[in-house]
Structure formats: C-alpha cells, structure tokens
C-alpha cells in the first residue's frame, strides 16, 4: 500500500478505534496517528497469533488495524490519565 492509502487506512481504523474506545475520538491528525500505529500493533499481534497480518486494503485487515487501534488508544490514555469516557 502507499502512503496515501496507509493515512487513509489510518484514519477509518483510527477513528472507529478512537468512538469503540472513548466515544470522542482524538481528533482528525490523531486518530491517524493512532489509527497507523494501530494497524501496525494489529498485524504484529495478529501474526503471532497466527491469524496473518494486515494485507491491504480489505476488511479482514481493516477489523486487524481497528483491534490494534483499541490496544494503542487504551494504552495512550493510560498513559496520558484521560480518564475521560
């Protein structure tokens, strides 16, 4: 994928993480932020599990990313104490 289908991915998976997660989302560059290292976190996790990881532009990868955005956006407002829900 190139890297304007990477942000665009980032995106969908990070805003969809972001309202499963807190219901508010991050904001735009966030969520992308987030959404990117979650795809990232997805497949890694989702390869040792032996499920394969993200491969492409599909929903099988897109359901990947999101589970890997929910782990980073706990884990970031674990981080930052947002305690807001």
């Not at 929903?59 to 929910?70: D, E, K, R, T």
């Given at each position: 994928?190139?890297?304007?289908?990477?942000?665009?991915?980032?995106?969908?998976?990070?805003?969809?993480?972001s309202?499963l997660?807190?219901?508010t989302?991050?904001g735009?560059?966030?969520?992308?932020?987030?959404?990117?290292?979650?795809?990232?976190?997805?497949?890694?996790?989702?390869?040792?599990?032996?499920?394969?990881?993200?491969?492409?532009?599909?929903l099988?990868?897109?359901?990947?990313?999101?589970?890997?955005?929910?782990?980073?956006?706990?884990?970031?407002?674990?981080?930052t104490?947002?305690?807001?829900?």
């Amino acid at each position: 994928m190139g890297i304007l289908s990477w942000i665009i991915f980032g995106l969908i998976a990070g805003y969809i993480g972001s309202k499963l997660v807190n219901k508010t989302g991050q904001g735009m560059l966030m969520n992308i932020v987030l959404g990117i290292f979650g795809a990232i976190v997805g497949g890694y996790l989702a390869t040792l599990l032996g499920l394969g990881g993200v491969s492409g532009f599909n929903l099988y990868s897109l359901l990947i990313a999101v589970g890997g955005a929910v782990v980073v956006q706990v884990i970031y407002r674990a981080l930052t104490g947002s305690s807001r829900l």
